[in-house]
């Protein structure tokens, strides 16, 4: 009903910026929000930040805050992961995902999205 694709990663030194894409397809029409992912080796999937449809609203993990920005164009159906002042610890496959009912009471969490992309994968040398 819905396809994402994660586009915009890459290897980049550390302090670097990377944007990355999440473009989507199909019935997008009732989308209440897209949130962003993502997983280290060994580790678990870990929120990063979302963005409410209905008003822009942004929420970012304590993190990445202050470092990467969400934001989406209706027009392309995109939304985007500004990453800035990228760190090693950053490094990790990204994934955006989208669900369609809200509102979301546990968008922190990954069980429950409707819908999700393949994946790009960022590495921040140091």
């Known amino acids: 009903q819905v396809q994402l694709v994660e586009s915009g990663g890459g290897l980049v030194q550390a302090g670097s910026s990377l944007r990355l894409s999440c473009v989507a397809s199909?019935?997008?029409?009732?989308?209440?929000?897209v949130t962003w992912f993502r997983q280290a080796p060994g580790k678990e999937r870990e929120f990063v930040a979302t963005?409410?449809?209905?008003?822009?609203?942004?929420y970012y993990d304590d993190s990445v805050k202050g470092r990467f920005t969400a934001s989406r164009d209706s027009a392309k159906n995109t939304v985007y992961l500004q990453m800035d002042n990228l760190r090693p610890e950053d490094t990790a496959v990204y994934y955006c995902?989208?669900?369609?009912?809200?509102?979301?009471?546990?968008?922190?969490?990954?069980?429950?999205?409707?819908?999700w992309g393949q994946g790009t994968q960022v590495a921040v040398a140091s």
């Open positions: 199909g019935r997008t029409s009732r989308t209440y929000a």
């Open positions: 995902a989208a669900i369609m009912r809200g509102p979301v009471r546990k968008y922190r969490q990954p069980g429950g999205y409707d819908y």
């Open positions: 963005i409410r449809f209905s008003n822009d609203q942004t």
